[in-house]
């Protein structure tokens, strides 16, 4: 089992950045695949992106591609997002997941992911 929890949230103007971090515990942090999700009131939860454990291989979603990183530091059991050129409609509540151990393969599916934080709120000024 591992614990997230996600920081580095807050407001910002259009055109700026932020780097969001998600720490978990445990000592098998890279054996998960990652991934990160937001979410808006009265909306499902959405695909940002994820990192896939075997390779680190990584995936965007279309609305992020060019403008979010995701990265991650084994060492320091951490994933990071660095989120580029802000756009207003980036403003959610942004979610760090993990998969279960059983799987290797990343998922932009929030269904496929068994631990989540508690989620750190973005919120972009135009």
């Known amino acids: 089992q591992v614990q997230l929890v996600e920081s580095g949230g807050g407001l910002v103007q259009a055109g700026g950045f932020l780097r969001l971090s998600c720490a978990a515990s445990?000592?098998?942090?890279?054996?998960?695949?990652m991934g990160w999700f937001r979410q808006t009131p009265g909306k499902d939860r959405e695909f940002v992106s994820n990192?896939?454990?075997?390779?680190?291989?990584?995936n965007y979603a279309d609305s992020v591609k060019g403008r979010f990183t995701l990265s991650r530091d084994n060492a320091k059991n951490t994933v990071y997002l660095q989120l580029n050129s802000l756009k207003p409609e980036d403003t959610a509540v942004y979610y760090c997941?993990?998969?279960?151990?059983?799987?290797?393969?990343?998922?932009?599916?929030?269904?496929?992911?068994?631990?989540w934080g508690q989620g750190t709120q973005v919120t972009v000024s135009s």
């Open positions: 990192i896939r454990r075997s390779d680190g291989r990584t």
């Open positions: 445990g000592r098998t942090f890279s054996s998960y695949s």
């Open positions: 997941a993990a998969r279960s151990l059983y799987y290797s393969s990343s998922s932009d599916n929030p269904s496929d992911y068994a631990y």
